[in-house]
């Protein structure tokens, strides 16, 4: 959609908006919706999204993308929607989710989401659509002690389905935008059938846009879900199913700040083909992300008696897919004896074994063609310039330049269960409540890589059905026990909170083709304590709490995946976590506070023994990994929603960090893997702050929203820092609300991210920074009958 089309439906909503409100302003205002940014009580620190939080981003986008504005939460996206999660970034704490790491646990409605890296993970936004988004609750730095997550180093993130409507409705919603976005969702819900006892939803939606650089990607979404809530007198019964297909072309890293300098608004990922390998091995299409993950669960909770309360779900999840990179050469993998290579013929595939050498051009009889000696090439991109080995100039005419595309395959499949109980009790004249639970996860991942001839590199990246060598392939069994408790006591104002659980994690590698022995590791955690205080103050409506506890991220099966790796002596990660803090909830103010100190200790990096300019597309089998040290971080967070009339609202958020890098005692180790104790950690900003302002008048909604982001280190070393940054996303409404008819039930949402169009550097992640996406205009309608 072109920005001038957007300017007349953005002008025809605002004049519609002041018609509204006019005719309404001797009506009664309408109050806001409720809005809740303080968790639950407890004795860390946790927060929920926000009505608002949710409104500021357009349906298309990804659900990840609403958890920003809470204290201490910095979420950057390379594609302005959401659609490319090789370059999504969280951070909390001094811990992050990215590219390179998995720190942060996820769930959803508290079912493990299957990890959240690259090769065979999945966040949140594979299993949710923004429509059937319930809410998030964020536990900042101690997650609570019955989540089902072993990346939880730095709290965790719940994201929760929505509930079905209590009444029979048809929901209809379109959105379009910039960058030829276009969204269709449809819903259903069946309202309460079985006596008033049940109610469900289906929905399905599509999406598609391109990438907002150069407009070559080919991004689409599928999404089918449903949900079902059942309720009676003693017995809750829920269950949820979703099914998502994406396809997403990648955006790419800049390297240094004077690439950003140069042009910072092209992350050098190419919109044409050109026919030169080099060069077109930067081609964007070529640079795809594909993904299928289904998703289901029964859940159920039974009342035994007024004080006994049983719970206990099953779930699985299955996901494949593969990531796609076009290398600028094809594998020599056979001694030809000097004939045509028979890697570009349509013969059967190679399994297993390594390169002899690689093949750049051939003449054409396909026999491998090498440079004119002492030719110097004239290409100067990508990486800084190639070798006479690709350069056509360097080669007789004739030479017919060949190329990979090569496909890493990925495939999962998950079947867990989980069972907990509540038991509240008066012990000894104190109310006394403990807690109780297990999980259970069985998971085989499978990965595979094959190489593919592209067709003819002077038509485009089309390539052959049959790949011409399968690298490896191999398969990863894990299964996952969990264990807790934790007893709450209540002396009458005053909670005392102590707990204890156990990870039991054991991960193995199998090689299909037996060509590097199977092997496996054990990480199974320590009992791991926490506890707490929470104290309701004299003041009513102000609680004072402080906590402690000691998570763990358990040995995934990424450190399987060199086969010749050295992992002796490698222990899981480790973090300390402690927390102080009040929380406040008045008539028209809520208010909280939180002091946090953190000791992330047994970081894991991988030393890799070879060197490569631009992307190891072979990548070796050897290394190292170390657990090279820890993170130290501390600092405190604030946050407070004032609402002094029905219709107007203000969202206040601080949060100041200190997270720095932690060496291993050892100088020439800490040299090795890069890490200098005491440098800034990576991607984590020292202060944010966010303001959100919020007006409702009769059918019209407004809302700005505000975020300051600080400077942040692009590198272990710290000699690139990116830049601070601001950015401002307006929100606006239009309901039909007092016409009558359909459109009583009809809304037009518009949404504009980055108000002011900054530029700067978003996701950072492997010594490396994505550009932030420029200003985005949406414009939904939705209709309900």
Not at 279 to 294: A, H, I, M
Not at 363 to 378: E, H, I, W
Not at 731 to 745: A, D, I, R, S
Request: glycine share 10%; proline share 4%; hydrophobic share 35%.
């Amino acid at each position: 959609m072109q920005v001038s089309k957007l300017s007349l439906a953005i002008a025809a909503l605002m004049s519609s908006a002041a018609a509204l409100a006019a005719d309404s302003a001797d009506g009664q205002a309408p109050a806001l919706e409720e809005i809740v940014v303080l968790g639950k009580a407890a004795v860390f620190a946790n927060n929920a999204v926000s009505d608002s939080m949710i409104a500021q981003q357009a349906p298309i986008t990804s659900v990840t993308a609403v958890i920003d504005n809470l204290p201490g939460v910095s979420v950057q996206e390379g594609d302005t929607f959401g659609f490319d999660d090789w370059s999504t970034t969280i951070s909390i704490r001094g811990f992050q989710t990215s590219l390179a790491d998995q720190q942060i646990g996820m769930t959803i409605d508290g079912m493990p989401n299957g990890n959240s890296n690259y090769g065979g993970g999945a966040k949140a936004n594979r299993y949710i659509d923004s429509a059937n988004l319930g809410g998030v609750n964020v536990s900042q730095g101690t997650a609570d002690i019955a989540s089902r997550s072993n990346e939880a180093l730095g709290g965790t993130l719940d994201f929760q389905t929505a509930d079905p409507y209590q009444d029979s409705r048809v929901t209809l919603q379109g959105t379009a935008g910039e960058f030829d976005a276009q969204r269709q969702y449809v819903r259903y819900d069946t309202g309460t059938l079985f006596e008033g006892t049940t109610r469900a939803w289906v929905s399905a939606s599509h999406q598609s846009a391109t990438d907002w650089v150069n407009s070559s990607a080919e991004n689409e979404r599928d999404h089918l879900a449903a949900k079902f809530v059942s309720e009676f007198d003693r017995f809750q019964l829920s269950g949820y199913l979703s099914y998502d297909d994406t396809h997403e072309d990648n955006y790419q890293r800049l390297f240094s700040p004077e690439e950003f300098a140069e042009n910072d608004a092209w992350d050098r990922l190419t919109a044409d083909w050109t026919g030169v390998p080099y060069v077109d091995q930067l081609y964007r299409k070529g640079w795809s992300t594909l993904r299928e993950n289904t998703l289901g669960y029964l859940k159920g909770a039974f009342q035994v008696t007024d004080g006994l309360r049983l719970q206990a779900g099953i779930y699985f999840h299955q996901n494949e897919g593969r990531g796609d990179w076009v290398p600028p050469y094809v594998i020599n993998l056979v001694d030809d004896q000097g004939g045509p290579e028979s890697e570009l013929a349509s013969g059967p595939q190679v399994e297993g074994g390594g390169p002899i050498g690689l093949i750049y051009f051939v003449d054409g009889t396909g026999q491998a063609l090498s440079a004119t000696a002492g030719c110097v090439s004239s290409i100067t991109f990508p990486y800084g310039g190639a070798g006479p080995a690709y350069d056509p100039a360097c080669y007789p005419d004739g030479a017919i330049a060949v190329q990979s595309y090569r496909h890493t395959h990925y495939q999962k499949q998950r079947r867990g269960l989980t069972a907990d109980f509540d038991w509240n009790a008066s012990l000894g004249g104190y109310d006394n409540t403990l807690r109780g639970g297990i999980w259970y996860e069985d998971t085989e991942r499978d990965e595979w890589r094959d190489w593919h001839k592209i067709t003819d590199t002077r038509v485009g990246y089309e390539f052959n059905n049959q790949p011409y060598w399968r690298q490896y392939d191999r398969t990863y069994p894990q299964d996952t026990f969990k264990w807790y408790l934790e007893d709450t006591v209540s002396f009458g104002a005053l909670d005392l909170t102590f707990g204890a659980k156990q990870f039991l994690v054991n991960v193995d590698r199998k090689d299909n083709f037996g060509e590097t022995p199977n092997a496996g590791v054990n990480s199974d955690s320590d009992v791991l304590f926490s506890g707490g205080v929470l104290y309701r103050t004299p003041v009513e409506g102000l609680e004072v709490f402080a906590g402690y506890a000691e998570n763990f991220k358990a040995l995934g099966d990424e450190i399987l995946e060199r086969p010749s790796s050295d992992l002796g002596g490698l222990s899981p990660e480790t973090a300390e976590n402690a927390e102080a803090g009040f929380r406040y909830t008045g008539d028209w103010v809520t208010l909280s506070a939180v002091y946090y100190d953190i000791q992330f200790e047994n970081r894991i990096i991988f030393l890799d023994n070879s060197v490569a300019s631009g992307p190891n597309y072979l990548i070796g089998t050897n290394g190292t990994y170390f657990n090279a040290g820890g993170i130290d971080s501390s600092g405190f967070e604030l946050s407070g929603l004032i609402q002094p009339t029905d219709s107007l609202s203000v969202y206040l958020a601080y949060s100041r960090n200190r997270s720095e890098y932690v060496g291993t005692g050892d100088a020439a180790v800490d040299t090795a893997v890069g890490i200098i104790p005491g440098n800034d950690v990576v991607n984590m900003p020292s202060s944010q702050y966010v303001a959100t302002l919020d007006y409702v008048r009769g059918p019209f909604s407004l809302g700005f929203s505000t975020k300051y982001t600080d400077q942040r280190e692009v590198n272990f070393a710290n000699t690139w820092t990116a830049d601070d940054y601001l950015l401002t996303d307006l929100y606006m409404t239009v309901t039909g609300e007092g016409l009558g008819g359909m459109l009583e039930n009809a809304s037009l949402d518009l949404v504009v991210n980055n108000l002011a169009d900054k530029t700067y550097l978003g996701g950072i992640s492997g010594n490396g920074a994505w550009i932030g996406a420029p200003r985005t205009v949406t414009l939904t309608g939705t209709i309900q009958f």
